[in-house]
């Protein structure tokens, strides 16, 4: 039987806490990764491999944080996304919410997008998947 | 100063996991002066010491084709010193691997018994990725540690093949 919600965020919390060095009470669903939670890029990866073990998943390279989007000038300008570019990352990272970035989506707000929240619906999508 | 902390592989199985052995001894310069009148093999160069085997094993289940980088400390725990006269010893093992990086778990024995745990990432990075200041060949697995698994082979171990030639 897949995990509920609850049992998703408590596993993905702990797998944070231990990737991160943070308390578990900072691990809300909210949280930003970069911002708030202090993630620096090998992080990501860390994360990646954590949640692969944990869940015994396996998430393919720029699934669950997209990695070739950003070098593209079709979909980058004046490091801000084109249409083309929301459309695609929209389309890369469905487990994103994007109602705040889409309004001004400038580069520099692109880490907010990569919430406990994310990790935890592209979680629950892959385990649905599966 | 060569820069190796490890003496010896004593053990090597492709992909999945390495041991290798440092013996401690007064000689080392840097013992003079941590501490002086009580040396003590410095934790980080325990960390370098599981790095080098861990990265060593991760390198050679990709061929030697990419440049492995200690990226990033996951543990790093010592529940006691090694001194001059311990033998120090570190099994490695393959938790994660693929193009991107890979996660080592690692446990430091002292002449035997587990005094430490040390997991690391390693970051691959290729001829086609590398940043525009790093060298444009496999800086990392040069002679020193190809030489490691040479011995390691000449004396009867098996399972860890030579890059091409570097």
Redesign the interface.
Known sequence: MAPSRDELFTQIRDVLG??LGVDEEEVVPEATLQGDLGAES??F??IV?RL??AFSIKIP?GELFPDDILNNPEYVQDDRMTPAGLDKLKATVPHADFSEFEKSPYLSKMPDLFTVNTIVNYVESKLAAA | MRWIWIDAFVEFVSGERASAVKNVTLAEEHLRDHFPGYPVMPASLIIEGMAQTAGILVGEARGFAENVIL??I?TAEFDDYAVPGDQLRYDAVI??L????A?TSGTVLKNGKPIGRVDL?F?HVNQADRPADMPDHNFVFTGQFMNLLTAFRSQGGSGGDQPDGR
């Open positions: 231990d990737a090998i992080d990866l860390d491999f692969e073990k390279k | 990226a990033k996951r938790e994660s693929d193009e991107r990086a996660a990432i970051s």
